[in-house]
């Protein structure tokens, strides 16, 4: 099953329409602590609506302790940052793959990029009036990429 692996996000509404994301698309939400809100805010299950209650949602504490518990092979691990040098349109994503996004003003912490620089992709821009989508649209543009070709 694909995974949406969220790391340090900020907007709970961000997180909410992920949630609905996960659902639809059948795939796993995890969230990377420290979150920007409480998981329990109204605005994540108002931006999720009544579908909140059926994400298949994992936290760990850190990224570490994800790695540790989900020890991910490398070529499961996409990370998205509007900098990496590769289209998303380019891999083939396994049907066990690991979408990553970071927090929505910062992206991914250096720590997490660096070691796995060969495993960046993201979304084209057409303008050059934008760097980069809403982290929400991000990740639906992702998972649908992810999963061209399987439903």
Known sequence: MIAIVLVHPEIPGNTGAVG?????LDMELVLIHPLGFQI?????????????PHVRLVEF?????????????????FLFEEYAPRSFYEP??????????????????????????DRMVRLPMRSAHIRSLNLANTVAAAAYQALHGKI
């Open 20 to 24: 609905r994301t996960c659902v639809a």
């Open 40 to 52: 329990s805010d109204k605005r994540v299950k108002r931006s999720g609506l009544d579908y909140w």
């Open 92 to 117: 083939d994503y396994p049907d066990d793959a690991f979408l990553v996004f970071g927090a929505e003003t910062t992206g991914l912490p250096a720590a997490i990029t660096q070691p796995l620089a």
């Open 61 to 77: 504490a850190s990224w570490d302790a994800f790695m540790a518990a989900r020890q991910p092979r490398e070529d499961q691990l």
